[in-house]
Structures are given as structure tokens and as C-alpha cells.
């Protein structure tokens, strides 16, 4: 049960009591929750109930008892967000969310898609798209990595907003650099030029503490299967009331014409794009009060925690490697990316990969997982680190040492 405190010993060292809720491997020293999450046992249990269920009896699950599982999900997932729910549908993960944001917009030549140095690959690559189609532009706010203070970032977005801008998209917490961004103070200051603002949340669910709905923002979307631990394909998008008839879900499928009481007709052309495995989706309240049963203190204990143990690492690695911290403490979650020494530096860019073979090396020989990347202007070389429940102070330990005993592709 949640809250026993018995530990196991691994080939990887000393393993949380909690790991025992996960199926991860017991020999991989597994730093990188980020990523992709992982499920709990229980919750995947719970999903593998409801796929028995659906094809015991397909029609009845997916046409007949659909609402009646997805409308107690919603409400869940809408108090955890505090946000209405009546603005909020279920989407496979974020990326799917800044498609229909982004794709609906009515663009004329010369508009202006704003975005930082900082955002997530696919997600610029569906601005750019946009702007391609229409003959607007995606112009780009450089935020320093290093940084001194949160307030860069926000000097450094309205420093290239300008009339023609329409959207700024603005990452919640960044991929690369694991940093919180003020998307509070981005929104209040982007609204007070007429911009709107679309946030990629795609890590804060589960990381950051959340209130959607005092964030004055146009729409906010963000994955549920990193930081809740949901099963994989469960995201959400919400939309502000005054802006839902635009959009369109990037499958369009029955719900235009075929209104649904006690629904608004945004949740009619985003519930059901087809069929699918809803599973998943009907999972979330398990993996919510799974994750929230984990401490006495429920999420908010659980968030500290795991946001503790992300600064304790960062400070031992970046002493370990002899580097500074690249931002301000306050500016870290669950995630935190690290300089890699000056030796891992010198090393040319290697032809493009999926992985960097440091980390491939780093997981074939030393069972550790943890994702290396290379950016910014000039580019550097970093590892980026996440703390979940099931991570120890040992495992950074271990990780700290191993790189540095590394010989540098």
C-alpha cells in the first residue's frame, strides 16, 4: 500500500520504497521520468480492467457508457486544474492541443506567431506550418540559458511583441532546460498588448501546483501522462469560454452537426474524433488519487518532495561537475538540465540522432537513463535530470561520478 517503507537493493544501488509501485527495470537507475512519465501498477491494473470490459462488450462500453465514464473524469481532472469544466475536453497529448489552437487561428499575411528559443521542436513546427499556409510569421524571443532571474524571460518575450503579433505560445516548463517560466507575469504583460497566450503545459500537471483559470490566458494544454503518472495518450486542453467556436479538434469527426445535451459544442467536436481506446482517458481519476495517495500530504506534499529532491540533485551534480547553476533555484520543478563538464564541450556536434551517444553509452554500460542534449547559441552540452517518487539522492550520486569517469564521444 501507498506509504510503506520497506526498501529494496538494486544492481543501480538503493532504491526508493516506492519503486515498488512501478514496473521499471530494478537494474536502470531511471532519471528521466520527463520524457515520456511512467504508470504505476495500479493504475495500469485499473486500465486493464476497462480494456476487458470494452471488449467484452464493445457497443455497450464505447457508445452507450462513454459519457457516463468520460463526465465523472472531466470533473476530476477540472478540480485538480481549477478550471471549468464545461471548457475543458481530453486530447491524446499536448502537441495535439497547440494543433488545434494554432490551426484554427483566422491568420492574414504579415500576422506574427510568437515564440521563444525555448520551445518544444514539434510544437514550433506547427507555428511554423500556420504561418507557411497563411503568410504570417513566426518570430522568435531568444531566452538567455544561463540565466540570472525569471524576469529575463519575460523582458525578452515583450521585447519582440509588436501590432501584428496575434499568439504568443509560451512553454509552462521548458523541455530542454527543465525551467519554470513566469507564465503568469508573461500572460498579464502579453494581455496589456492585446496578445493572447497559448501555454504548452505539457510538463506542469502533477509538477506545479495549478490554477488555470487565474492565469487569464486564451488556452492552456498539458500531458497527464508525465508528471500524474496517467497511461500514455491522456492530455487536456482547455479553452477560454469566448474563444471555443473557433477551434476545431485536429480530427474533425461527428461532433459538428451532432449536438449533445448537458454538452457544450466545444466538448461535441473534441470527445469523440473515432474510434479509439478511451481507456486511457477513463484512467486519470485512478492516477490522480493513486499519486495523491502516495504521502500523508497528498499532491502538494508529493509536488515539494519531488521538487526537493530536483534541487538537492542539481546542486550535488553541478558540484560534482564543477559548474554553475544555469538559473535560479526558484525557476526549477521535477526537471532540472545541468552544464556538462568543460571536457564534454570540445567534442564537435555528431551527426543527428534520435540519442546522444553519451547516453547511449551512459545506459548500455552503466544501466543509467538520463537524456544528453546540445543547444542554445553557441551550443553547449547538458544532461537534464528528473526527480520522481521513485528517484534517490543515491542515484545522482551514482550518476554524478559515472560521467565523470565518461571519455566524451
Aim: with cysteine.
Amino acid at each position: 500500500m501507498p506509504g510503506q517503507t520497506t526498501s529494496t537493493q538494486t544492481a543501480a544501488g538503493t532504491t526508493s520504497p516506492f519503486a515498488r509501485h512501478w514496473r521499471l527495470r530494478p537494474d536502470v537507475d531511471f532519471l528521466n521520468h520527463g520524457s515520456f512519465g511512467a504508470c504505476p501498477i495500479p493504475v495500469l491494473d485499473f486500465q486493464s480492467h476497462l480494456r476487458r470490459k470494452m471488449e467484452e462488450e464493445p457497443v455497450q462500453f464505447l457508445w452507450r457508457h462513454f459519457e457516463m465514464r468520460l463526465g465523472p473524469v472531466r470533473q476530476q481532472l477540472a478540480e485538480f486544474l481549477a478550471v471549468d469544466p464545461a471548457s475543458l475536453v481530453l486530447i491524446q497529448n499536448a502537441t495535439a492541443g497547440v494543433n488545434a489552437v494554432v490551426r484554427s487561428l483566422s491568420l492574414q499575411p504579415g500576422d506574427e506567431l510568437l515564440t521563444t528559443s525555448l520551445d518544444y521542436n514539434a510544437c514550433r513546427n506547427v507555428l511554423v506550418a500556420a504561418a507557411g499556409q497563411h503568410r504570417a510569421e513566426v518570430v522568435i524571443a531568444p531566452v538567455p540559458f544561463p540565466l540570472a532571474s525569471p524576469q529575463q524571460v519575460v523582458d525578452a518575450v515583450m521585447a519582440k511583441v509588436t501590432h501584428r503579433t496575434r499568439l504568443a505560445l509560451i512553454d509552462h516548463v521548458t523541455s530542454d532546460t527543465g525551467m519554470v517560466l513566469p507564465v503568469k507575469a508573461i500572460a498579464a504583460a502579453l494581455q496589456a498588448r492585446g496578445v493572447e497566450t497559448l501555454v504548452d503545459g505539457a510538463h506542469a500537471p502533477g509538477m506545479l501546483e495549478l490554477n488555470i483559470s487565474q492565469l487569464d490566458v486564451a488556452a492552456y494544454t498539458g500531458n497527464l501522462h508525465k508528471w500524474v503518472c496517467a497511461p500514455k495518450g491522456v492530455a487536456f486542453l482547455y479553452v477560454r469560454p469566448d474563444l471555443q467556436s473557433q477551434l476545431q479538434p485536429p480530427v474533425i469527426s461527428h461532433g459538428n452537426n451532432r449536438p449533445r445535451p448537458e454538452h457544450t459544442s466545444f466538448q461535441d467536436r473534441f470527445d469523440w474524433n473515432g474510434t479509439f481506446d478511451p481507456t486511457a482517458w477513463f484512467s486519470i481519476g485512478q492516477a490522480l488519487d493513486f499519486m495523491g495517495g502516495l504521502l500523508p500530504g497528498g499532491w502538494p506534499e508529493l509536488r515539494a518532495a519531488n521538487r526537493k529532491l530536483a534541487v538537492a540533485a542539481r546542486k550535488l551534480l553541478c558540484e560534482t561537475f564543477e559548474v554553475p547553476p544555469p538559473c535560479p533555484d526558484s525557476m526549477v520543478g521535477s526537471l532540472a538540465t545541468i552544464p556538462l563538464p568543460s571536457r564534454f564541450q570540445d567534442r564537435p556536434p555528431v551527426a543527428t540522432s534520435k540519442l546522444d551517444p553519451d547516453q547511449v553509452d551512459l545506459y548500455d554500460q552503466h544501466h543509467i537513463e538520463v537524456p544528453f542534449m546540445r543547444f542554445g547559441v553557441p551550443a553547449r552540452r547538458y544532461l537534464r535530470i528528473s526527480a520522481q517518487i521513485y528517484n534517490t539522492p543515491a542515484q545522482y550520486e551514482r550518476l554524478g561520478r559515472i560521467v565523470n569517469r565518461l571519455t566524451p564521444h
